[in-house]
């Protein structure tokens, strides 16, 4: 071969492998390229075996020039394959893609009622505060439902609750408990004083339905009986109860009230934790909100279960967990709480669980 | 001293007697007076109407009257346009009605709140001067205080009660009403006789007698403030039993004294299998637990809740007897409930009447008789029997501090109990305080120290918290619940809560019958005549509800007690779920719907958050299960049923 020939020829190889090479938009592509430009039939690798038949002076610059092109080749061959794997990288990432503004996949778990969820937070403060938690049966009988209680037989307040009874032969005496407070006596029955329960727990009025009517419904009792229990020790627990739940800065104050278990006896109201006392629907413009009625453990109740009311005191206060519930969630129909229906269910989830 | 409707209602309220509503039940009457009809004549575009020309002091207007009570010289109530009624909105306007111009309107008694008649037009007494305001001519701006209360006072079921709380609380002197009554010269002792047969059912009773009584309709003024309070106005006679009942606390009952035999009073116990009918026109069969008022022959009203029929005040009564009595209130208590008969009396003599207001109230009621129907009332009471003598109760002013965790002294103790009317002596180391018949609740020293902080303030209890000497403690089974419920949960389901009642197809549903069930006694409804003995019947209602609702799919669970014939009822707690319908709502996954596999698996969470891993399936466990698409669970034993309904 004529060295003017073989070094056009490298430049022509030049010029067209590095054509190729830019022209190929896949790794596959850029190998046949390869093959074609620098392989063993490329018109480079002919210059290359032709190196020895040239005059040692040619085959200097030829070679030279042939190790040149196939240097320049072999860059732009390895930059062209770093771009191609750049994109073939990118492309399988864009194939990838997911759009992230959707919506996140979640676990779907249920949830508590929201009476569950209410009861465990009444009853972790207390338990916080050394009471234990005592429960017992639904079905209970006069003398823990009402004459224990200091509400013996032609009592009006008897007539006040409308009691549900059973009819079971041989046991006139069986009844649905109408409050937590039969567990007081239970409670006490079971072992000597201090004693510090909270009792929560499903109770029965025999009232048709309506918004703010359950045949069923809920409470949560409190009872401590020590030497020296006062009525300020009733408040001040019922203040440490009413902030741990509504907030700290809730204030708590009592009306004088009426349980036959109980003397004195008293209403509490707490500070309306929405509008902070200034009035608005949740407490119906007065700035305070009903909650529960308590009071000191009446002496004839203490007699009962054979403790000496001289040397004992004790306190007592009684809460409906509906109504606790409705006004911390602002539920307007107490038929909400036992239809089962899940749309109302579904608010609650991840509450308390 | 001023004191508006609103701060009093506060005032009672902190004091106990708490004030439920402040009504004001004339609200908005304004521009109504009375006006003197001239010409009433006939409407000429309808036989039921007529146009009354009338005059209310500046000349004769005509309205267009739906009634025709009314006749010339009448005097009547009259709304001019622009006069304003009780619960409308808008003023009167002039009108025209059936081709007549009406310039406003005439009122009857019920368009004013006087009382429910709506019969006709209110006929004003005639000594009302035309133009004179309707609404202060009769009273009609007074606000009612509703009040809650307890069973324990029933001294304030009265409006001179509410009066002497609010003195109390305010450290001011009360009186209560006096009653000078005019007697004639007939002496009442010879003109009837009382004797009491059981002096501990009834301890007191206090007759009055009034001859010459014109029975008929009593002053608007009372008439409207009767209504306001709920009664329905009756006749002089009794709206005025009615009327010192609600002013003084004490239920009185009129006897026309020509149908008492003898005429005398005898109170005794019934006899067993006795019969009277009632003025509700029943008869009633009593028990000789039964109190009866009679005269010398036979039974005239049962004591304390209802009269007898016969014996009652009527149009052609011209004399009457007046009871005024105490009777034992658990016995009233009793034959009220046994009956079903709850009347004003009954409500007030089972929680306890002062004994010592007998003779009062009965003056009262005399003095308004004769007001209200002319008559003579004759000289003194018949009685027999006596208020009985005032408890003594004790009180110690260092056990109320104890107590209350008040400060008290002698002197705190006592001025606190003087200002509820109570007198106080001092002996050693104790107070000891007469109780008033009216207040029947104070019987022990704890009743005496809840008093003192009442006059002093339930304010003034401070705030501290007893040394509990324990750890507070959560027993196992409501851990064990915890644990479950929250194993629930993380398989998705939400949980419920059913009523604890049952019907006959919740018992057949599970295959079982009414010896299954316990039985309620008096049941809200016959589907809730059973207490449960399963939670699937409240999880299907549940469910059923859901689906009524248009929801698409729902997975509940429920813990709760179960109730089963046993020693002598068994309460079994349990948990039970079901799932229905749509499980996923087809983004991201395909849609599908829950089977028996997503009960399994519930299982299967709640297996494991338990530590249960000997676990196996049985056969389908039959009613009410699919039957095939349901098997037992079994660990060691049975522990549950796993199933798919086909249709809920």
Known sequence: MDPREALRTLDEALARGLEAFARATTLEELEAAQVEVLGRRSPWAGVQRSLGALPAEDRRVVGRRANQVKEELEAALVARRAELERAAEAALLERDRIDVTLPGRRPRPGGLHPLTIVEQEIVDVFTRMGYRVVEGPLVETDWYNFTALNIPPDHPARTEKDTIFLDVPGHPELLLRTETSAMQIRAMERQPPPVYVIAPGRVFRQDTPDATHSPVFHQVEGLAVDEGISFSDLKGTLLAFAKALFGEETRVRMNPDYFPFVEPGAELEVSCFLCRGAGCRTCKGTGWIEMLGCGMVHPNVLRNVGYDPERYTGFAFGMGLERVTMVRYGIPDLRLFYEGDVRFLERFTGVGA | MELGPDALAELLTSKGAKVEAVERPWEGLRGVVVARVLEVRDHPGSDRLCVASVDAGRGPVEVVVGVRNMGPGDLVPYAPPGARLPGQAEPLGRREIRGVASEGMLCSPRELGVSQDHSGILVLPPD?????????????????????????????????????????????????????????????????????????????????????????????????????????????????????????????????????????????????????????????????????????????????????????????????????????????????????????????????????????????????????????????????????????????????????????????????????????????????????????????????????????????????????????????????????????????????????????????????????????????????RFLRTSLLPGLLAALRTNRARQVRGAALFEVGRTFHPGEPVREIERVALALWGEASRGFPEPPRSFDVLDAKGALEVLFEALGIDDHSLGDPPGVPFHPTRSAVVLVGGEVGRASCRERV
Request: hydrophobic share 45%; charged share 25%; proline share 6%.
């Open chain 2, 128 to 528: 009302a001067p035309p133009g004179t305001d309707v609404a202060s001519l009769l009273g009609l701006d007074d606000v009612v205080l509703d009040l809650e209360v307890k069973s324990n006072r029933p001294d304030l079921l009265s409006v001179a009660g509410v009066a002497r709380e609010v003195a109390a609380a305010l450290a001011l002197p009360f009186r209560t009403p006096g009653a000078v009554v005019p007697e004639g010269e007939e002496r009442a002792a010879d003109a009837a006789t009382v004797e009491i047969l059981d002096l501990e059912r009834c301890p007191r009773y206090v007759a009055r007698v009034i001859k010459g009584v014109q029975v008929g309709p009593s002053p608007l003024r009372v008439q409207a403030r009767l209504t306001a309070l709920g009664q329905r106005p009756i006749s002089n006679v009794v709206d005025a039993t009615n009327y010192v009942m609600l002013e003084l606390g004490q239920p009185l009952h009129a006897f026309d004294l020509a149908q008492l035999k003898g005429p005398g009073i005898v109170v005794r116990r019934a006899a067993a299998g006795e019969r009277l009918v009632t003025l509700d026109d029943v008869e009633r069969e009593l028990t000789d637990d039964d109190l009866l008022i009679c005269d010398l022959e036979r039974p005239v009203a049962l004591a304390g809740v209802i009269g007898g029929k016969g014996s009652e005040v009527s149009e052609a009564t011209r004399d009457v007897l007046l009871e005024s009595a105490a009777f034992e209130r658990r016995g009233i208590a009793r034959t009220s409930r046994r009956l079903g008969v709850a009347t004003e009396a009954s409500y007030r003599f089972s929680r306890g009447v002062d004994p010592e207001g007998c003779g009062r109230a009965a003056d009262r009621a005399a003095g308004l008789i004769a007001a209200w129907g002319g008559g003579t009332v004759l000289a003194g009471w018949v009685e027999a029997g006596a208020a009985p003598p005032r408890r003594r109760v004790r009180i110690r002013p260092a056990r109320a501090q104890a107590v209350l965790g008040v400060p008290q002294t002698p002197t705190s103790v006592r001025e606190a109990l003087e200002r509820i009317w109570l007198r106080v002596d001092e002996t050693e180391g104790a107070l000891v305080a007469e109780v008033p018949g009216f207040r029947p609740d104070l019987e022990l020293e704890e009743d005496l120290i809840e008093e003192v902080i009442r006059v002093q303030g339930y304010d003034r209890v401070g705030e501290t918290l007893p040394a509990v000497r324990q750890a507070g403690g959560i027993p196992p089974e409501r851990r064990l619940r915890d644990r479950i419920r929250r194993a629930m949960v993380r398989a998705g389901l939400f949980e419920t809560q059913a009523y604890s009642f049952a019907g006959p197809h919740d018992l057949a549903l599970l295959g079982q019958g009414e010896a299954d069930a316990i039985r309620i006694a008096n049941p809200l409804s016959a589907d809730q």
